[in-house]
């Protein structure tokens, strides 16, 4: 098993425009999710899936969208970046009923 | 709105010292408490504490919750070089999965040789 896979680790993105990271797990779990971390900061949930189909907000979910039409893919999407995206960006997921989380190495975005 | 606090924020010693970390608490309906270990990359899990006063053990790490008083300490023993990280402490509330799990900023720890 791969687990949990982020693409890209390293992205540099002008005002205003938007992109998409991407998240897969290969470990057939329900839960899926979005953080940010700041640095010095602990993390902090954008959005999260409880399986194909359905998402919700979490803390901070302003600026981003998701979708989840496939239990392994949970892409996260940036519309209009803002220097206060600026951040380092991880997916995780769980199984049902499980309550540890699996991360992703991360994607460092930097909105410049 | 639940709260995790972790002390100390940063935390420099040498090899073969004792740490204690520190991760206090409030939330509604607690659930559980996750430890975490981020080097570099990605958290990765340490333990979960669901019952207080069990003491979880792996190798020279250790962890126990004490639900009365709302807090968990993370012990790490013979401190090693390759111990050097931010250590994550998460509360999990009784409504479960995602919208429940809230974390602290971490305690950065620095072994020294």
């Known amino acids: 098993n791969a687990g949990v896979t982020q693409t890209p680790k390293f992205r540099i993105l002008k005002i205003g425009q938007s992109m998409t990271l991407q998240c897969t797990q290969d470990?057939?779990?329900?839960?899926m999710y979005w953080y940010r971390q700041d640095p010095g900061m602990g993390l902090k949930l954008i959005y999260y899936s409880v399986g194909a189909g359905i998402t919700d907000k979490g803390e901070v979910p302003n600026g981003y969208n998701v979708s989840r039409s496939t239990t392994e893919d949970f892409p996260l999407r940036l519309e209009l970046a803002a220097p206060s995206q600026t951040s380092v960006y991880f997916c995780?997921?769980?199984?049902?009923?499980?309550?540890?989380?699996?991360f992703g190495p991360g994607t460092r975005l930097l909105v410049l | 709105e639940d709260k995790v606090v972790q002390s100390p924020l940063s935390l420099v010693v040498h090899e073969g010292d004792t740490v204690t970390l520190n991760c206090s608490y409030e939330v509604t309906n607690f659930r559980s408490l996750l430890w975490y270990k981020q080097e570099k990359k990605a958290p990765t899990f340490l333990f979960m504490l669901?019952?207080?006063?069990i003491e979880k053990k792996s190798g020279r790490l250790s962890s126990i919750l004490d639900k009365k008083e709302l807090f968990s300490i993370l012990n790490i023993t013979a401190t090693q070089t390759g111990d050097s990280a931010v250590y994550l402490c998460a509360v999990i509330n009784l409504r479960g999965g995602a919208d429940g799990l809230t974390f602290g900023k971490g305690t950065h720890l620095i072994i020294q040789p």
């Open positions: 669901t019952s207080s006063g």
């Open positions: 470990m057939n779990h329900n839960y």
């Open positions: 995780a997921s769980s199984y049902v009923g499980e309550e540890t989380q699996y």
